[in-house]
């Protein structure tokens, strides 16, 4: 990471297949609109039930991504 | 949420396959004797070792029902 | 305290006046079918949002109730 | 929730005159330059004091805001 | 703990002898409803003080049970 | 805070009427021995309960306040 | 706790003989220069050894007292 | 696990598949050098990005393993 | 504070050198785009190894800023 | 502790009899390999539940030792 | 430690130099009023920004005093 | 980080200096035993204090280093 400095961002993904696929539609949705993301880390497991089901996985991280110069 | 109060209550699942299908044994589990579940949030991951493998996922998590007037 | 065992149960009374009210209507509605409620404590302060104000307030609290024998 | 991605933002309201009110100036700026809030958290609730009284509330909240396609 | 499912309870035990029972009272009003006690995890060790003497150790654990099919 | 030193002092405020007065009564209270009060921060919403209906609110907050030279 | 405000001391008590010993040292030494001890909570349990063996119990609690008026 | 003493180690898995591939890869890695092996627990879920993909992810565990005697 | 809204941004400094410059850092590449910077607080401290020695600190902080109005 | 290094690890011992005697067998049991053992922490107190009844308290430790040179 | 008690008081200290000056302003402020201050333990590491530059490092720490006899 | 796994240990590095000097000796002292070494965290900062000084700075840290195959 030498001489870089990095920004944090906390989104949301959501899914109806998995926790882990929430995780990549949210690092997704963040690469559309974000360059040079270098890392992830989660901070909570959530869903939405419905019908005794999971209806939607939610996960929340935060995404660290290096600031150009 | 508007007017509603629920309940939360704490379960844990056990899987031999995954982490989610833990969260889901759970949420089978508790479908059969609790009506209106709405969300659920993962306390902690844990797992049974046998022989070196995973033998058992044992996923806590937190169920929010909602209170029937 | 002497001499008694205390049970723990966790709900999220929601308003949309204010986050004491949402507290207030959680107690109220455990008080429906949960004798001798002696203490609570505010777990979390949340709340949902519709047009850029707070439609409703969502407080998750723990309420202590006295066993009786 | 199904299908969306939300953004988290952390901003800080203050009001002289109660934490609710501090949550509210929170949300009603927020939404000045966000569209789509969908719920909020608090993190913090603490003060600025003068001459023995609160003279400003100051509360940390979590914003949620679902991300446009 | 393969194919089960549990369920945690959060109980407050006191005692006027001693930490540990605080914890083995909690847990033997829990036997007395509840069946397939499994473990059990402290959290939070708290007392009442009378003359400055503790009158009364207050322990809250979480206890989880096996829930029968 | 420029070249100043803080001491913090930890206080339980309580009101019949609101979490908010709890606050400020314990704000109050302590401006009466201590002086340069500077901020404070919640630690906890808890509150006592009779007859089902919220007795007291107690709200435990830290106090920060400027050492004198 | 209708009216009253409550200071909050952090103390660490110490014993070769037991953690509940520990406590109860804190307390007792706590009650020479303090009246009305309400409470105390366990914050950390931790200890010093010797050879092998626990030397010393060192147990730290808060404790809280009703200020006088 | 009555009278037997368990050793905890911290390790990170990592896997370019899944988050529970990477738990297992942990797992994997230390049954090679230490026996019997009794539990993990999930203490973080990160990863490595690229190119707007998880290349990696790092899932941190403790494993607990029975001491022979 | 009184009457302003403030912004907090997640950022990570790093720095060969020590602790306080990576916080330096962040804060410097912060005032870059971002005005009226009010506060920081230090989230986590960690760094990079190269053949046993710090070749980087990384040190995350949270920004306070004022919202402009 | 002047010029010192200390290493850190993580055990759980265990006791039928009470949760400062699970302490001391973790204890014990670590200082049959490791030398200069210099503090103890607990981390946590749980224990396995059979017939209604605590059969085994599991309190889990960090121990600190000096590293010799 | 043996046979003693302490007391653990919290304070910050502020220095526009580094974050380990600010400690040692706290310690050196609480040294001309505490006697047998023994250990310290950082709570949490801020500052106050002036024109994009730290004006302020503002560390809270804990210091533990052994109680006079 | 792909396809490795990293073990994680934890130590206490001193220094009558500062706390990044507490933090070098520690990975100093670990790079005489352990190869690889990849990062570390900072888990707490404490310091021994003699005649209101700082005689020693106490620094703990998680350090991970790459498992050799």
């Known amino acids: 990471m030498a001489g870089h400095v990095y ?3 906390e ?3 959501t899914s109806p297949e998995s926790s882990d696929d929430a995780v990549k539609n949210a690092i997704a949705e963040a690469s559309r ?3 040079n ?3 992830f880390e989660v901070q909570s497991i959530r869903g939405h039930l419905e019908d005794g089901y999971v209806a939607d996985w939610q996960v929340t ?4 991504f290096r600031h150009e110069k």
């Open 11 to 13: 989104i949301v993904g």
């Open 37 to 39: 993301l270098d890392w």
């Open 33 to 35: 609109t974000l360059r």
């Open 7 to 9: 920004n944090v961002t």
């Open 61 to 64: 991280i935060k995404i660290g």
